[in-house]
Protein backbone atom coordinates (compact mmCIF):
# COMPACT_ATOMS: atom_id res chain seq x y z
CA UNK A 1 0.00 0.00 0.00
CA UNK A 2 1.41 3.20 -0.69
CA UNK A 3 1.60 6.29 2.07
CA UNK A 4 -0.05 9.06 0.29
CA UNK A 5 -4.11 8.17 1.32
CA UNK A 6 -3.43 7.37 4.77
CA UNK A 7 -0.92 10.71 5.17
CA UNK A 8 -3.34 13.29 3.16
CA UNK A 9 -6.43 11.89 5.13
CA UNK A 10 -4.22 12.56 8.15
CA UNK A 11 -3.21 15.90 7.19
CA UNK A 12 -6.80 16.78 6.94
CA UNK A 13 -8.17 15.58 9.70
CA UNK A 14 -5.12 17.00 11.67
CA UNK A 15 -6.03 20.91 9.95
CA UNK A 16 -10.15 20.19 10.35
CA UNK A 17 -9.41 19.97 14.21
CA UNK A 18 -6.79 22.34 14.19
CA UNK A 19 -9.33 24.60 12.47
CA UNK A 20 -12.46 23.60 14.69
CA UNK A 21 -10.36 24.63 18.09
CA UNK A 22 -9.32 27.86 17.07
CA UNK A 23 -12.33 29.02 15.72
CA UNK A 24 -13.75 27.90 18.79
CA UNK A 25 -11.11 29.54 21.13
CA UNK A 26 -11.11 32.97 18.94
CA UNK A 27 -15.14 33.08 19.29
CA UNK A 28 -14.53 32.49 23.42
CA UNK A 29 -16.24 29.17 23.06
CA UNK A 30 -14.77 26.34 24.51
CA UNK A 31 -14.83 23.78 21.94
CA UNK A 32 -16.55 20.72 22.32
CA UNK A 33 -13.44 18.00 23.59
CA UNK A 34 -14.76 14.71 23.30
CA UNK A 35 -15.08 15.85 18.83
CA UNK A 36 -11.44 17.36 19.22
CA UNK A 37 -9.91 14.07 20.67
CA UNK A 38 -11.77 11.90 18.32
CA UNK A 39 -10.22 13.76 15.17
CA UNK A 40 -7.27 13.40 16.78
CA UNK A 41 -7.33 10.07 17.68
CA UNK A 42 -8.42 8.89 13.83
CA UNK A 43 -5.94 11.24 12.71
CA UNK A 44 -3.08 9.93 14.66
CA UNK A 45 -4.22 6.24 13.27
CA UNK A 46 -3.96 7.15 9.75
CA UNK A 47 -0.33 9.31 10.91
CA UNK A 48 0.77 5.91 12.06
CA UNK A 49 -0.03 4.12 9.14
CA UNK A 50 1.42 6.34 6.90
CA UNK A 51 4.58 6.62 8.85
CA UNK A 52 4.84 1.97 9.59
CA UNK A 53 4.68 1.77 5.30
CA UNK A 54 7.19 4.98 5.08
CA UNK A 55 9.86 3.07 7.95
CA UNK A 56 9.37 0.15 6.61
CA UNK A 57 12.51 -1.36 5.22
CA UNK A 58 13.59 -4.93 4.13
CA UNK A 59 16.97 -4.03 5.80
CA UNK A 60 15.59 -2.44 9.08
CA UNK A 61 14.20 1.38 9.78
CA UNK A 62 14.09 3.77 7.36
CA UNK A 63 14.61 6.82 9.97
CA UNK A 64 15.33 9.68 8.18
CA UNK A 65 15.10 13.27 9.14
CA UNK A 66 11.66 13.85 7.75
CA UNK A 67 10.09 10.32 9.39
CA UNK A 68 11.90 10.98 12.81
CA UNK A 69 10.50 14.14 13.09
CA UNK A 70 6.75 12.64 11.79
CA UNK A 71 7.40 9.92 14.51
CA UNK A 72 8.18 12.15 17.17
CA UNK A 73 4.98 14.42 16.30
CA UNK A 74 2.85 11.20 16.56
CA UNK A 75 4.83 10.44 19.69
CA UNK A 76 3.80 13.77 21.36
CA UNK A 77 0.32 14.41 19.88
CA UNK A 78 -0.60 10.78 21.33
CA UNK A 79 0.84 11.32 24.67
CA UNK A 80 -1.01 14.64 25.09
CA UNK A 81 -4.07 12.56 23.68
CA UNK A 82 -3.76 9.98 26.41
CA UNK A 83 -2.67 12.80 29.33
CA UNK A 84 -6.16 14.77 28.62
CA UNK A 85 -8.35 12.08 29.84
CA UNK A 86 -6.42 12.90 33.52
CA UNK A 87 -5.03 16.38 33.00
CA UNK A 88 -6.58 19.63 31.74
CA UNK A 89 -3.98 19.86 28.53
CA UNK A 90 -6.34 20.17 25.76
CA UNK A 91 -5.19 23.55 25.07
CA UNK A 92 -1.88 22.28 23.65
CA UNK A 93 -3.51 20.68 20.64
CA UNK A 94 -3.97 24.21 18.82
CA UNK A 95 -0.36 23.56 18.79
CA UNK A 96 0.50 19.49 17.94
CA UNK A 97 -2.60 19.20 15.51
CA UNK A 98 -0.56 21.77 13.19
CA UNK A 99 2.83 20.00 13.90
CA UNK A 100 1.56 16.70 13.06
CA UNK A 101 -0.17 18.35 9.98
CA UNK A 102 3.03 19.84 8.87
CA UNK A 103 5.59 16.94 9.70
CA UNK A 104 3.13 14.09 7.86
CA UNK A 105 3.04 16.48 5.21
CA UNK A 106 6.80 16.85 4.99
CA UNK A 107 7.28 13.16 5.35
CA UNK A 108 4.95 12.62 2.23
CA UNK A 109 6.24 14.85 -0.27
CA UNK A 110 10.32 16.22 1.30
CA UNK A 111 12.60 14.31 -0.67
CA UNK A 112 14.77 12.23 1.57
CA UNK A 113 18.72 12.47 1.89
CA UNK A 114 21.11 9.48 1.92
CA UNK A 115 20.06 7.22 5.21
CA UNK A 116 21.49 3.58 6.42
CA UNK A 117 18.68 1.83 7.61
CA UNK A 118 18.78 1.03 11.28
CA UNK A 119 19.31 -2.62 11.92
CA UNK A 120 16.51 -3.41 14.63
CA UNK A 121 18.27 -5.23 17.39
CA UNK A 122 15.96 -5.19 20.66
CA UNK A 123 18.64 -2.97 22.56
CA UNK A 124 18.47 -0.02 19.99
CA UNK A 125 14.76 -0.13 18.86
CA UNK A 126 14.60 0.65 22.90
CA UNK A 127 17.61 3.25 22.58
CA UNK A 128 15.30 4.98 19.61
CA UNK A 129 11.84 4.44 21.54
CA UNK A 130 13.34 5.82 24.61
CA UNK A 131 14.88 9.10 22.79
CA UNK A 132 11.83 9.92 20.52
CA UNK A 133 9.21 9.79 24.19
CA UNK A 134 12.20 12.23 25.59
CA UNK A 135 11.65 14.45 23.00
CA UNK A 136 8.25 13.88 22.78
CA UNK A 137 7.98 14.71 26.44
CA UNK A 138 9.65 17.35 26.57
CA UNK A 139 8.64 18.90 22.89
CA UNK A 140 5.41 19.01 25.11
CA UNK A 141 6.79 20.74 27.99
CA UNK A 142 8.15 23.83 25.09
CA UNK A 143 4.53 24.41 24.28
CA UNK A 144 3.22 24.31 27.70
CA UNK A 145 6.43 26.87 28.53
CA UNK A 146 5.03 28.90 25.76
CA UNK A 147 1.46 28.68 26.81
CA UNK A 148 2.53 29.73 30.42
CA UNK A 149 4.79 32.56 29.11
CA UNK A 150 1.70 33.84 26.67
CA UNK A 151 -0.85 33.81 29.93
CA UNK A 152 1.65 35.45 32.43
CA UNK A 153 2.22 38.13 29.89
CA UNK A 154 -1.83 38.52 29.22
CA UNK A 155 -2.25 38.39 32.83
CA UNK A 156 0.30 40.95 33.65
CA UNK A 157 -1.66 43.38 31.15
CA UNK A 158 -4.88 42.60 32.17
CA UNK A 159 -6.41 41.75 28.67
CA UNK A 160 -6.86 37.76 28.49
CA UNK A 161 -7.97 36.58 25.33
CA UNK A 162 -10.53 33.73 24.54
CA UNK A 163 -7.92 31.37 24.23
CA UNK A 164 -6.17 32.48 27.76
CA UNK A 165 -9.70 32.68 29.28
CA UNK A 166 -10.00 29.07 28.85
CA UNK A 167 -6.43 28.26 30.26
CA UNK A 168 -6.40 26.42 34.07
CA UNK A 169 -4.92 28.81 36.74
CA UNK A 170 -1.10 29.90 36.02
CA UNK A 171 0.02 28.01 39.19
CA UNK A 172 -1.58 24.52 37.38
CA UNK A 173 0.51 25.50 34.26
CA UNK A 174 3.28 25.86 35.93
CA UNK A 175 3.17 22.69 37.90
CA UNK A 176 2.04 20.58 34.54
CA UNK A 177 5.15 21.94 32.71
CA UNK A 178 7.17 21.05 35.74
CA UNK A 179 5.04 17.52 35.43
CA UNK A 180 6.14 17.52 32.15
CA UNK A 181 10.17 18.34 32.88
CA UNK A 182 10.75 15.50 35.19
CA UNK A 183 9.44 13.46 32.94
CA UNK A 184 11.26 13.85 29.93
CA UNK A 185 14.42 13.92 31.94
CA UNK A 186 13.69 10.44 33.07
CA UNK A 187 13.06 9.18 29.66
CA UNK A 188 16.17 11.13 27.92
CA UNK A 189 18.65 9.94 31.31
CA UNK A 190 17.33 6.48 30.33
CA UNK A 191 17.98 7.01 26.83
CA UNK A 192 21.17 8.08 27.07
CA UNK A 193 21.87 5.03 29.20
CA UNK A 194 20.25 2.29 26.98
CA UNK A 195 22.64 4.15 23.80
CA UNK A 196 25.85 3.60 26.22
CA UNK A 197 24.28 0.16 26.81
CA UNK A 198 23.43 -1.01 23.54
CA UNK A 199 25.75 1.16 21.31
CA UNK A 200 29.14 0.22 20.60
CA UNK A 201 30.78 3.68 20.31
CA UNK A 202 28.76 6.59 21.10
CA UNK A 203 31.95 8.64 20.82
CA UNK A 204 31.86 7.48 16.93
CA UNK A 205 32.84 10.31 14.42
CA UNK A 206 28.94 10.20 13.31
CA UNK A 207 27.67 10.32 16.62
CA UNK A 208 29.79 12.19 19.00
CA UNK A 209 28.35 16.03 18.25
CA UNK A 210 24.87 13.72 18.85
CA UNK A 211 26.36 12.57 22.38
CA UNK A 212 27.76 15.60 23.70
CA UNK A 213 24.51 18.18 23.03
CA UNK A 214 22.40 15.03 24.26
CA UNK A 215 24.51 15.33 27.33
CA UNK A 216 24.48 18.98 27.60
CA UNK A 217 20.62 19.42 27.17
CA UNK A 218 20.58 16.80 30.13
CA UNK A 219 23.08 19.66 32.25
CA UNK A 220 20.66 22.37 31.53
CA UNK A 221 17.70 20.58 32.61
CA UNK A 222 18.88 19.32 35.86
CA UNK A 223 20.12 22.41 36.60
CA UNK A 224 16.34 24.04 35.72
CA UNK A 225 14.66 21.38 37.72
CA UNK A 226 17.46 21.67 41.22
CA UNK A 227 16.57 25.33 40.52
CA UNK A 228 12.90 24.68 40.65
CA UNK A 229 13.46 22.26 43.41
CA UNK A 230 15.71 24.62 45.87
CA UNK A 231 15.51 28.15 44.27
CA UNK A 232 12.11 27.99 43.27
CA UNK A 233 12.35 28.88 39.58
CA UNK A 234 9.36 30.20 38.23
CA UNK A 235 8.78 31.45 35.21
CA UNK A 236 10.79 33.56 32.15
CA UNK A 237 13.74 32.05 34.34
CA UNK A 238 12.31 28.57 34.08
CA UNK A 239 11.05 28.99 30.48
CA UNK A 240 14.53 30.07 29.16
CA UNK A 241 16.23 27.49 30.63
CA UNK A 242 13.46 24.80 28.78
CA UNK A 243 13.93 26.13 25.97
CA UNK A 244 17.65 26.36 25.76
CA UNK A 245 17.81 22.75 26.69
CA UNK A 246 15.16 21.72 24.59
CA UNK A 247 17.46 23.60 21.42
CA UNK A 248 20.51 21.74 22.60
CA UNK A 249 18.40 18.29 21.99
CA UNK A 250 17.01 19.44 19.05
CA UNK A 251 19.97 20.53 17.72
CA UNK A 252 21.77 17.16 18.47
CA UNK A 253 19.43 14.89 16.90
CA UNK A 254 17.78 16.82 13.86
CA UNK A 255 20.85 18.81 13.12
CA UNK A 256 22.99 15.76 12.79
CA UNK A 257 20.74 14.02 10.76
CA UNK A 258 20.20 16.77 8.41
CA UNK A 259 24.51 17.50 8.52
CA UNK A 260 24.94 13.48 7.80
CA UNK A 261 21.97 12.85 5.11
CA UNK A 262 22.20 16.13 2.79
CA UNK A 263 25.27 17.59 3.53
CA UNK A 264 27.87 14.54 4.03
CA UNK A 265 25.59 12.05 2.56
CA UNK A 266 26.50 9.47 5.20
Known sequence: MHPLLPSLVAICLYAGAAAYQGLSLKQG????????????????????????????????????????GSLIAFAVIAITLLACSRIPVENLLLFLYPLGCVTVLFAQFMPSGTIQPIDEEPGIIAHILLSILAYGMLTIAVFQSLL????????????????????????????LL??????GMGMLSLALISGALFIDNLFAQHLVHKTILSCFAWVVF??????????????????????AGFCLLMLAYFGSKLVREFILHI
Open 29 to 68: KRPNTRLLKMLGVIALCFHGGSLYIQMHHPAGLALDLFNA
Open 148 to 175: VLMQDHQLKHKHPTGLIKNFPPLQTMES
Open 178 to 183: FGFLWA
Open 222 to 243: AVLLWGRHQLGWRGHKAIRWTL
